[in-house]
């Protein structure tokens, strides 16, 4: 919950390293006996790297069903795209040219590719419609996703 409630500040595989520091808060439920119920909710997360810091704060708006993540603006977090939508995977592609894993020539690469073992969930990186989930012989299993500003995720 700590990584996702951070995603569209940080970049986990890329970005945080040893020595950065991170905070948080967790609230519990007990029962009239003391006794701890359900699992803990982070309230609060804070990270800070070498190069940047940001802290988020769990609340519910009035009128909502369902609790978010704010900045201490006040603002929501949410913005056009998550910055790792995968939860423990590593970039196994970089944007830019390279040798084609396949074909074996060099060509331009439109995109970062990640990979985790199976069976790893995965997100929408932003507010989007599933055009096609299915595996394919050449990337895996993948998922295209069509968003209201017209972008493409897959």
């Known amino acids: 919950m700590f990584a996702k409630a951070l995603s569209f500040d940080f970049d986990f595989q890329r970005e945080v390293h040893l020595g950065d520091a ?40 009035p009128g909502k069903t369902e609790a978010e993540w704010f900045g201490s603006s006040g603002r929501s977090i949410v913005r056009s795209l998550m910055r790792t939508p995968v939860d423990g995977a590593r970039v196994s592609s970089t944007f830019g040219m390279r040798v084609h894993p396949v074909l074996e020539f060099m060509k331009a690469h439109k995109g970062i590719d990640f990979a985790a073992p199976i069976g790893t969930p995965i997100y929408a990186s932003g507010n989007a419609v599933i055009e096609l989930a299915s595996p394919s012989a050449t990337p895996g299993n993948w998922a295209r996703l069509r968003h209201e500003n017209g ?3 897959l």
């Open 22 to 61: 991170f905070e948080a808060a967790f609230e519990q439920e007990i029962n009239a006996s003391g006794e701890p119920v359900g699992a803990p909710r982070l309230l609060y997360a804070s990270l800070t790297t070498a190069n940047k810091s940001s802290s988020v704060y769990r609340f519910q708006p």
């Open 151 to 153: 972008w493409e995720t």
